[in-house]
Protein backbone atom coordinates (compact mmCIF):
# COMPACT_ATOMS: atom_id res chain seq x y z
CA UNK A 1 0.00 0.00 0.00
CA UNK A 2 1.30 2.91 -0.77
CA UNK A 3 0.26 4.96 2.24
CA UNK A 4 2.71 3.14 4.58
CA UNK A 5 5.16 5.08 2.46
CA UNK A 6 3.79 8.01 2.26
CA UNK A 7 3.35 7.99 5.72
CA UNK A 8 6.54 7.41 6.66
CA UNK A 9 8.05 9.99 4.64
CA UNK A 10 5.54 12.29 6.68
CA UNK A 11 6.77 11.12 9.80
CA UNK A 12 10.80 11.22 8.97
CA UNK A 13 9.98 14.72 7.46
CA UNK A 14 8.17 15.97 10.75
CA UNK A 15 11.24 14.61 12.83
CA UNK A 16 13.81 16.94 10.94
CA UNK A 17 10.86 19.53 11.65
CA UNK A 18 11.22 19.06 15.31
CA UNK A 19 14.95 18.66 14.67
CA UNK A 20 15.18 22.16 13.50
CA UNK A 21 12.77 24.13 16.41
CA UNK A 22 14.59 22.21 18.94
CA UNK A 23 17.46 23.98 17.27
CA UNK A 24 16.03 26.98 17.70
CA UNK A 25 14.99 27.18 21.18
CA UNK A 26 18.27 25.94 21.94
CA UNK A 27 19.87 29.13 20.68
CA UNK A 28 16.84 31.64 22.23
CA UNK A 29 19.95 33.03 24.39
CA UNK A 30 22.77 32.57 21.50
CA UNK A 31 23.76 36.48 20.76
CA UNK A 32 22.68 37.68 16.92
CA UNK A 33 21.17 34.51 16.34
CA UNK A 34 18.64 33.83 13.85
CA UNK A 35 15.85 31.59 13.44
CA UNK A 36 16.10 28.40 11.33
CA UNK A 37 12.64 27.40 9.47
CA UNK A 38 12.01 24.04 7.64
CA UNK A 39 10.67 24.05 4.22
CA UNK A 40 9.00 20.95 2.80
CA UNK A 41 8.03 19.90 -0.87
CA UNK A 42 6.17 16.82 -2.40
CA UNK A 43 7.34 13.79 -3.91
CA UNK A 44 6.87 12.25 -7.19
CA UNK A 45 3.58 11.76 -8.21
CA UNK A 46 2.47 8.34 -9.93
CA UNK A 47 -0.21 9.58 -13.00
CA UNK A 48 -2.84 6.93 -13.15
CA UNK A 49 -4.78 9.39 -16.35
CA UNK A 50 -3.73 12.54 -17.91
CA UNK A 51 -5.72 15.13 -17.80
CA UNK A 52 -6.85 15.87 -21.68
CA UNK A 53 -7.50 12.02 -22.26
CA UNK A 54 -10.08 11.72 -24.85
CA UNK A 55 -13.29 10.32 -22.70
CA UNK A 56 -15.40 10.29 -25.95
CA UNK A 57 -15.51 11.50 -29.25
CA UNK A 58 -16.70 15.10 -28.07
CA UNK A 59 -14.90 15.35 -24.36
CA UNK A 60 -11.91 15.17 -22.76
CA UNK A 61 -10.82 13.98 -19.31
CA UNK A 62 -10.89 17.64 -17.10
CA UNK A 63 -8.69 16.21 -14.25
CA UNK A 64 -5.75 14.47 -13.87
CA UNK A 65 -6.04 11.33 -11.88
CA UNK A 66 -2.59 11.23 -9.31
CA UNK A 67 -1.22 9.78 -6.40
CA UNK A 68 1.18 11.36 -4.45
CA UNK A 69 4.94 9.71 -2.76
CA UNK A 70 4.36 11.90 0.26
CA UNK A 71 7.27 14.37 1.32
CA UNK A 72 10.60 15.64 1.59
CA UNK A 73 12.55 18.19 3.51
CA UNK A 74 13.58 21.23 0.56
CA UNK A 75 15.33 23.72 2.73
CA UNK A 76 16.28 25.35 5.88
CA UNK A 77 16.20 29.33 5.47
CA UNK A 78 17.55 31.53 8.12
CA UNK A 79 15.23 34.71 9.02
CA UNK A 80 17.03 37.58 9.46
CA UNK A 81 14.63 39.77 11.38
CA UNK A 82 15.90 41.74 13.92
CA UNK A 83 16.42 40.89 16.93
CA UNK A 84 16.18 42.57 20.62
CA UNK A 85 18.73 45.10 21.91
CA UNK A 86 19.89 44.34 25.18
CA UNK A 87 22.16 46.86 27.20
CA UNK A 88 24.88 45.73 28.59
CA UNK A 89 27.21 49.00 29.61
CA UNK A 90 30.36 47.31 28.25
CA UNK A 91 32.37 49.19 25.74
CA UNK A 92 33.48 46.42 23.46
CA UNK A 93 29.71 45.34 23.18
CA UNK A 94 28.08 46.47 19.64
CA UNK A 95 25.00 45.92 17.93
CA UNK A 96 24.01 46.01 14.49
CA UNK A 97 20.89 47.85 14.02
CA UNK A 98 19.66 47.33 10.25
CA UNK A 99 21.10 45.11 7.60
CA UNK A 100 24.73 44.26 8.13
CA UNK A 101 27.41 41.78 9.20
CA UNK A 102 30.58 42.08 10.89
CA UNK A 103 33.60 40.91 9.24
CA UNK A 104 36.16 38.62 11.03
CA UNK A 105 39.34 36.40 10.38
CA UNK A 106 39.09 33.05 10.79
CA UNK A 107 41.43 30.63 11.29
CA UNK A 108 42.08 29.15 8.33
CA UNK A 109 42.48 32.68 6.82
CA UNK A 110 38.94 32.48 5.38
CA UNK A 111 36.62 35.34 6.12
CA UNK A 112 33.10 34.91 8.75
CA UNK A 113 30.28 36.96 8.60
CA UNK A 114 28.29 37.38 12.30
CA UNK A 115 26.37 39.44 13.98
CA UNK A 116 27.41 38.59 17.28
CA UNK A 117 28.90 41.71 18.54
CA UNK A 118 30.38 40.62 22.01
CA UNK A 119 33.43 41.41 21.21
CA UNK A 120 36.85 41.30 23.57
CA UNK A 121 39.93 43.26 23.82
CA UNK A 122 42.79 41.19 23.82
CA UNK A 123 46.57 41.41 25.05
CA UNK A 124 47.55 43.07 21.91
CA UNK A 125 44.76 46.18 22.23
CA UNK A 126 43.14 44.41 19.16
CA UNK A 127 39.43 43.95 18.85
CA UNK A 128 38.28 39.60 18.33
CA UNK A 129 35.50 37.52 18.80
CA UNK A 130 35.07 35.50 22.12
CA UNK A 131 36.77 32.73 19.80
CA UNK A 132 40.07 34.95 19.53
CA UNK A 133 38.95 35.75 15.84
CA UNK A 134 40.03 39.53 14.45
CA UNK A 135 37.90 42.23 13.56
CA UNK A 136 38.25 43.07 10.16
CA UNK A 137 38.95 46.02 9.03
CA UNK A 138 41.13 45.63 12.41
CA UNK A 139 40.60 47.90 14.96
CA UNK A 140 43.89 48.53 17.17
CA UNK A 141 43.91 50.35 20.55
CA UNK A 142 47.41 52.14 21.09
CA UNK A 143 49.02 51.31 24.86
CA UNK A 144 47.94 52.54 27.45
CA UNK A 145 44.40 53.98 26.64
CA UNK A 146 41.89 55.06 28.74
CA UNK A 147 39.64 51.72 28.45
CA UNK A 148 36.17 53.32 29.58
CA UNK A 149 36.69 56.39 27.01
CA UNK A 150 36.31 53.58 23.97
CA UNK A 151 33.52 55.16 21.99
CA UNK A 152 32.12 53.47 18.66
CA UNK A 153 29.89 56.14 16.71
CA UNK A 154 26.87 54.84 14.63
CA UNK A 155 28.89 55.32 11.56
CA UNK A 156 31.37 53.00 12.57
CA UNK A 157 34.08 55.70 13.90
CA UNK A 158 36.12 54.31 17.04
CA UNK A 159 37.91 57.03 19.04
CA UNK A 160 40.20 56.40 22.66
CA UNK A 161 40.89 59.02 25.11
CA UNK A 162 44.69 58.76 26.20
CA UNK A 163 46.21 59.63 29.37
CA UNK A 164 46.57 63.19 29.96
CA UNK A 165 44.75 64.29 26.88
CA UNK A 166 41.75 66.15 26.47
CA UNK A 167 40.91 65.21 23.19
CA UNK A 168 39.32 61.78 22.12
CA UNK A 169 41.54 60.80 19.02
CA UNK A 170 40.45 58.03 16.02
CA UNK A 171 42.23 54.95 15.73
CA UNK A 172 39.81 53.01 13.59
CA UNK A 173 36.36 52.94 11.41
CA UNK A 174 34.37 49.73 11.14
CA UNK A 175 32.77 48.52 8.21
CA UNK A 176 29.75 46.39 7.84
CA UNK A 177 29.00 44.14 4.98
CA UNK A 178 25.65 42.90 3.53
CA UNK A 179 24.98 40.25 0.64
CA UNK A 180 22.50 39.54 -1.82
CA UNK A 181 21.19 36.93 -0.43
CA UNK A 182 21.83 36.41 3.29
CA UNK A 183 19.44 33.59 2.95
CA UNK A 184 22.12 31.65 0.98
CA UNK A 185 24.89 32.00 3.53
CA UNK A 186 26.28 28.20 5.15
CA UNK A 187 26.41 28.72 8.81
CA UNK A 188 29.27 27.09 10.48
CA UNK A 189 28.91 27.27 14.27
CA UNK A 190 30.47 29.72 16.43
CA UNK A 191 28.15 32.02 15.33
CA UNK A 192 29.76 32.12 12.04
CA UNK A 193 28.53 32.59 8.66
CA UNK A 194 30.59 31.79 5.56
CA UNK A 195 29.53 32.95 1.67
CA UNK A 196 28.57 30.61 -0.80
CA UNK A 197 27.59 31.05 -4.84
CA UNK A 198 24.19 31.29 -3.52
CA UNK A 199 24.80 34.54 -1.14
CA UNK A 200 26.62 36.19 -3.51
CA UNK A 201 29.58 38.54 -2.75
CA UNK A 202 30.12 40.49 0.41
CA UNK A 203 28.92 44.57 -0.05
CA UNK A 204 31.21 45.94 2.22
CA UNK A 205 30.29 49.76 3.61
CA UNK A 206 30.23 52.09 6.41
CA UNK A 207 27.06 51.55 8.79
CA UNK A 208 24.85 53.90 8.46
CA UNK A 209 24.96 54.84 4.70
CA UNK A 210 24.23 52.75 1.97
CA UNK A 211 21.01 50.86 3.68
CA UNK A 212 23.54 49.65 5.65
CA UNK A 213 22.80 49.14 9.47
CA UNK A 214 23.94 51.48 12.19
CA UNK A 215 26.18 50.48 14.94
CA UNK A 216 24.86 50.71 18.68
CA UNK A 217 27.27 50.21 21.69
CA UNK A 218 27.32 49.00 24.61
CA UNK A 219 24.17 46.71 23.39
CA UNK A 220 24.19 43.21 22.12
CA UNK A 221 21.31 41.86 19.18
CA UNK A 222 19.78 39.08 21.11
CA UNK A 223 18.48 36.05 19.47
CA UNK A 224 14.97 36.26 17.14
CA UNK A 225 13.36 33.58 18.14
CA UNK A 226 10.16 33.90 19.63
CA UNK A 227 9.57 31.11 22.25
CA UNK A 228 6.01 31.01 22.12
CA UNK A 229 5.93 30.60 18.26
CA UNK A 230 8.50 27.85 18.22
CA UNK A 231 5.92 25.92 20.96
CA UNK A 232 3.06 26.44 18.99
CA UNK A 233 5.30 25.01 15.83
CA UNK A 234 6.33 22.25 17.98
CA UNK A 235 2.97 21.18 18.69
CA UNK A 236 1.69 21.36 15.17
CA UNK A 237 4.40 19.29 13.83
CA UNK A 238 3.54 16.41 17.08
CA UNK A 239 0.07 16.41 15.74
CA UNK A 240 1.41 16.07 12.50
CA UNK A 241 3.76 12.99 12.95
CA UNK A 242 0.89 11.56 15.30
CA UNK A 243 -1.51 11.75 11.94
CA UNK A 244 1.03 9.76 9.98
CA UNK A 245 1.51 7.30 12.54
CA UNK A 246 -2.31 6.86 12.59
CA UNK A 247 -2.21 6.94 9.15
CA UNK A 248 0.62 3.81 8.78
CA UNK A 249 -1.62 1.91 11.49
CA UNK A 250 -4.39 2.37 9.61
CA UNK A 251 -2.48 1.09 6.51
CA UNK A 252 -1.78 -1.90 8.25
CA UNK A 253 -5.07 -2.37 9.69
CA UNK A 254 -6.67 -2.77 5.91
CA UNK A 255 -3.92 -5.21 4.64
CA UNK A 256 -4.57 -7.25 7.74
CA UNK A 257 -8.58 -6.82 6.89
CA UNK A 258 -7.24 -7.94 3.50
CA UNK A 259 -4.82 -10.69 4.78
CA UNK A 260 -8.01 -12.33 6.80
CA UNK A 261 -10.74 -12.63 3.80
CA UNK A 262 -10.04 -16.11 3.31
CA UNK A 263 -9.61 -18.04 6.48
Excluded at 42 to 71: F, H, M, N, R, W
Excluded at 228 to 252: C, G, H, L, P, W
Amino acid sequence: MRSLWTAASGMTGQQFNIDTIANNLANVNTTGFKQNRAEFEDLLYQTVKIAGTPATEDTVVPTPTQVGSGVKAAATQKIFTQGPLQATGNVSDMALEGEGFFRVLTLNGSYGYTRDGSFKIDSTGQLVTSQGYKVMPEVIFPQNFVHDSVSVSQDGRVTVLMPGENEPQQVAQMEIYRFPNPAGLSATGENILKPTNASGPAIGGRPGFDGMGKIQQRFLEMSNVSVVQEMVNMIVAQRAYEFNSKAIQTSDTMLGIAANLKR
